[in-house]
């Protein structure tokens, strides 16, 4: 099953999105691992460093909609060809900065360009996916981005002694820009105009009856209904997981006595189980629709376990005060956050085939807010109140509401057609089993 995944056109296809998401992330989180350096030749302070650090957020979540929209109407081969110009650019860019607002211009392209990527991708992945293994596409393609924070560090570092932070940034962009050129040659919107693919694998994939290029009327109210509570609880995902992201070491050092050593290595430890957590809830989603045929089933069942064994690991922060044991829960609690990602994701490809760029733009644009919003939450209650209790009171909370959000995501309800399309509203997407 999971080697399948990987073999004939379709296998390529899906190494290159994985790919994509892999330099995608590494060109995000880039700027973070450079800032000492950064901030010291450009004469930056604190607050400077701030803006150019999130500058790249603000596009990534203004953007998503109108990429995901794009991407369906133009097709990913086109949109994630364009969405990676401007990634590449902005990290070349950013090596060449020479104060402030160039570095931030950079920034935002970089944002602009990585808004595009996830609701195309998704879109990509609705075509050239086989529907019983969309919760392992979507798993597997996260545990790249996941895989991707973990080694830019020693990456980054690796490559200043050679040629600078400037040079770091440029080699970066180039390797972006090899990922591009090859995506465009190899990739099609359509399976079927594919060279390479057999017909037992245009078999296994679904057909969709609207074409790329397509100007048929967008159902925006059904839509953004059917795909509220999914992306709701992508947000409580979301703002969980940038408290990991942001707060993990400072909690470590803060609350714990760790040293920054100590703190960074554990640190990484518990990246590694959200990594495995990712692949194992697109492994654990399918495994449910295969045995049950019950689409709706398989996301829920595979978002109440990770949420609810999320909530009950993070609880440990509360009342456990051993080392190691802390560790182990919060370790635990990643993994089954995580878990929840890939069948979270593949619910717009569930409900919303034709509009899966549209629908994945609304989740990822959940992520995007939280990610503005979580750090900051976090760091100005634990001013207000001097403990790390509260914040993570409140991701508990969160985690709970993602629970009662899970009852009403409906992955085997599709959002029907405009009736002026012509066609019955339930002959919207022809799958193999």
Request: glycine share 10%; with cysteine.
């Amino acid at each position: 099953m999971i080697l399948r995944a990987f073999k004939g056109a379709t296998g390529r296809v899906f190494i290159l999105l994985c790919l994509m998401y892999f330099i995608m992330y590494v060109d995000r989180v880039n700027l973070s691992i450079a800032a000492p350096l950064i901030k010291g030749e450009l004469h930056l302070s604190n607050t400077e460093l701030g803006l150019a650090l999130g500058a790249f957020g603000y596009c990534y979540a203004l953007f998503q909609i109108i990429s995901g929209y794009l991407g369906d109407r133009i097709g990913a081969r086109r949109m994630l060809s364009i969405s990676g110009l401007f990634w590449t650019g902005g990290t070349v860019l950013a090596g060449f900065a020479t104060g402030l607002w160039t570095l931030i211009g950079a920034r935002l392209l970089v944002g602009i360009g990585e808004a595009g990527t996830i609701p195309t991708a998704t879109g990509a992945i609705s075509r050239w996916v086989p529907k019983v293994r969309r919760g392992f596409a979507q798993g597997f393609t996260h545990t790249s981005a996941r895989l991707a924070a973990a080694v830019t560090p020693p990456l980054v570092v690796a490559l200043i002694p050679l040629l600078g932070w400037r040079g770091s940034f440029v080699v970066l962009g180039v390797v972006s820009f090899l990922w591009v050129a090859v995506w465009r040659n190899y990739f099609r919107d359509d399976p079927r105009e594919h060279e390479g693919i057999t017909e037992a694998e245009l078999a296994e994939l679904p057909v969709l009856d609207r074409e790329v290029g397509s100007r048929a009327t967008v159902p925006w109210g059904r839509l953004i209904l059917r795909v509220a509570p999914v992306t709701l609880a992508f947000f409580c995902h979301a703002w969980t997981l940038w408290l990991y992201l942001s707060w993990l070491p400072s909690f470590f050092v803060g609350e714990y006595g760790f040293d920054l050593k100590d703190s960074a290595l554990l640190s990484s430890i518990i990246f590694v189980a959200g990594m495995v957590g990712d692949t194992a809830g697109g492994l654990l989603t399918d495994w449910i629709y295969r045995r049950t045929g019950d689409l709706n089933r398989a996301r829920r069942n595979a978002m109440l376990l990770g949420f609810g064994c999320s909530l009950v690991c993070l609880s440990g922060v509360l009342f456990i005060h051993d080392q190691i044991l802390i560790t182990i829960c919060l370790a635990l609690g990643l993994f089954f956050l995580e878990m929840t990602e890939a069948p979270i994701w593949s619910v717009p490809l569930d409900i919303a085939p034709r509009y899966a760029g549209i629908a994945s733009g609304f989740v990822s644009t959940a992520a995007g807010v939280a990610a503005l919003v979580s750090p900051i939450a976090f760091g100005y209650i634990l001013d207000v109140t001097g403990s790390y209790r509260p914040p993570f009171l409140i991701s508990i909370g969160l985690l709970g509401l993602g629970i009662v959000l899970a009852f009403f995501v409906r992955a085997d309800r599709p959002v029907e057609a405009p009736a002026e399309d012509g066609r019955p509203h339930a002959a919207l997407l022809r799958t193999s089993p």
